[in-house]
């Protein structure tokens, strides 16, 4: 059984890669997804699958929403009745 220590910002729990390659593969696959991305991954020799680069996408975290400062209203709908 081996053992061992959890660094800070350089490996994850349960993690088969470090945090670089997995940022990297994360902009591979934002930048082109899919099959596209899993051929550039192959010339980076570190071949992952279509799935894989979707997977690690979808595990981020969605941006931030900016709170409305103005609220428009459709003014021609409420001249129809229509809300």
Do not use: H
Not at 28 to 50: C, E, I, N, Q, Y
Not at 54 to 78: F, H, K, N
């Amino acid at each position: 059984m081996t053992f061992a220590e959890q660094v800070p910002g350089l490996t994850r729990r349960f993690g088969r890669r470090t945090e670089r390659l997995r940022s990297t593969l994360v902009s591979v696959g934002l930048a082109l997804a899919g099959r596209a991305g899993a051929r550039m991954t192959d010339a980076f020799k570190v071949p992952v699958s279509r799935n894989t680069l979707l997977r690690l996408i979808a595990s981020l975290p969605d941006p931030a929403t900016a709170v409305p400062r103005v609220v428009g209203v459709d003014e021609y709908a409420q001249c129809k009745g229509r809300v």
